[in-house]
């Protein structure tokens, strides 16, 4: 039977892990979730979510993503992997409540991706161990997160700082218009405007316009 993995990324490690994995997996598929559609699971036995930990937790747009199609998962084995560099904090408890209902055969694999001395050989490793446990459907659970993590990280900290961040790109004189971060923005949510980037407020705060930009001409500032 056929996979479905579906991912979301900003700075493109979730979506290069998505597509290791979619070449160790037969029959699998790499979408990205911004281009999901409910056709996607006819004949599917077992769909994946790739996607980065931001601010503690799972990503805004997967967030709402698992919610419209958790009763689509009912029966299927379900597999789901969280890249960071720091700490995973409650991201799997966010899902897991996500998807009480779903009836799904549920798996966590959390993958690392250092900020500095990325090892490729340790990258595949990775890729490999949860390839091979993926087309076994092997159910497996994630390590529990302390109290802290899942409380204060995850639950005050991520909400408070996923709309904090929408309110501070901005753009600086170096911006050529090159409509860069307009093509990539997973959320759809930047309007080129005068030939400069315009966020609305459907931000994932993913960082790809900063970290995609050729220029260097966008930053994540605070309010003055």
Do not use: H
Not at 77 to 85: E, I, L, T
Not at 141 to 162: C, E, H, K, W, Y
């Amino acid at each position: 039977m056929a996979t479905v993995i579906y991912f979301f990324s900003g700075t493109g490690n979730s979506f290069k892990i998505a597509e290791a994995l979619s070449n160790k997996v037969d029959g699998a598929r790499v979408i990205p979730v911004s281009a999901a559609k409910a056709e996607d699971l006819s004949g599917v036995s077992s769909v994946g979510f790739v996607f980065p930990v931001l601010m503690f937790g799972i990503p805004a747009y997967v967030r709402d993503f698992l919610k419209k199609t958790a009763s689509a998962l009912e029966g299927r084995y379900v597999f789901f992997v969280a890249s960071f560099a720091g700490n995973a904090a409650g991201s799997f408890s966010q899902i897991a409540r996500l998807m009480k209902a779903s009836r799904a055969r549920l798996s966590y694999y959390p993958f690392v991706v250092p900020r500095k001395d990325f090892n490729r050989d340790d990258f595949f490793r990775r890729v490999d161990a949860i390839a091979e446990s993926v087309a076994a459907e092997r159910t497996v659970q994630a390590d529990r997160a302390s109290f802290s993590d899942r409380v204060i990280l995850t639950g005050i900290v991520n909400p408070m700082g996923n709309v904090f961040m929408r309110r501070v790109f901005t753009v600086s004189d170096a911006c050529t218009g090159c409509g860069t971060c307009y093509r990539l923005c997973p959320a759809k949510n930047i309007a080129m405007v005068d030939g400069k980037p315009r966020w609305g407020k459907r931000c994932a705060v993913c960082y790809g316009c900063v970290n995609w930009c050729p220029a260097k001409a966008v930053q994540a500032k605070m309010d003055p």
